[in-house]
């Protein structure tokens, strides 16, 4: 079910509510019209990311299709679960498959941004007639062991800061170390996406520190973590474009390689001067994107 529960109609979107299967409660920004003639754009964030992000992207693309942005649970505005295990991939898929039914979304294109792109590749086993065709930004079915940890390690601590200014550099330091293409403004901007106040003006990043539980206990399992390979599969039929920062260590070159080698069609862009992840305002992300959309 969905409850609308603002307008804003100076940024061209509204906002719902959705219940999760069991209630606890998603936010969703709503951009462009439902009865636009273009498949809609489904965007999901990566792992502590939410709508945020998308905001830039949806306002390029709502005039002619509506953009779906939720933050997945524990992330944004959306509920925080009591008990961590709510945060499983097949808990998140489950939400997202929620807010398709909700808000009316039979098919779409999915923009996946890093753990959105898992959940992507998701959809295309669940329920493959969803998708329309998909954007993987910077993910792809291999990801180093000690990548997850350290992912894993920096969702748990909310690391508060005193000011946006002292956000925007940790921000720089822990997510920019060695780009190339990003000013101050850039690193504020990103940190007004990443964190949110609290009534002392203490700035803390805006998501539940227990999302990376089930991370860091699949990083412990080893041997039983998914085959990711056979969930890229799933995309097989499906028209997919890669985008991978040149810096990045989640995504490689190699992982990127064998990607096009077990799926001839695929497009891959690989986005100079960034690290993970292309932050989708680079001239060559959009220039990919709007062409690859344009087709769709």
Known sequence: MSSPIAVHEA???????????????????????????????LCLPGF?????????????????????????????????ASQPARYTPTAMLED????????????????GASFGGFLAMGLGAARPRSLTS?????????????????????????????SWQAAAAHARETLGKGWSRQDDETWL??????????????????????IGVPLGAAVKGGSNA????????????????????????ILTPETLARMAQAKPDLIAVTVPGIGHMPLL?????LEAIDGFLARV
């Not at 502590?48 to 998308?54: A, E, G, L």
């Not at 992330?75 to 925080?80: C, E, I, T």
């Not at 993987?136 to 180093?144: E, I, M, S, T």
Request: hydrophobic share 35%; proline share 6%.
């Open 226 to 249: 998914p085959d990711l390979w056979r969930l890229f599969g799933a995309l097989k039929a499906v028209p997919t474009l890669v985008l991978r920062g040149a810096l990045s260590r």
């Open 96 to 111: 997202v498959l929620d807010v398709m039914d909700a808000l009316g979304v039979e098919r779409a294109v999915v923009i």
């Open 189 to 210: 901007r990103l940190a007004r996406q990443s964190y949110s106040e609290k009534p002392d003006g203490t700035l803390v990043l805006d998501h539940d520190p227990k």
């Open 11 to 41: 940024q061209a979107y509204c906002e719902h509510q959705v219940s999760a299967r069991d209630g606890l409660r998603l936010y969703v920004r709503d951009y462009g019209r439902r009865s636009a003639a273009r498949s809609p754009l």
């Open 281 to 285: 305002d680079e001239p060559e992300a």
């Open 134 to 162: 998909v954007i993987l930004n910077d993910v792809g079915p291999d990801v180093d062991r000690r990548e997850t940890a350290r992912i894993a390690g920096y969702i748990a601590e909310h690391r508060p800061q005193p």
């Open 48 to 80: 502590t990311r939410d709508s945020r992000d998308f905001h830039d992207l949806a306002l390029r693309h709502a005039r002619n299709r509506r953009v779906v942005c939720p933050d997945l649970l524990g992330r944004g505005s959306s509920d925080y």
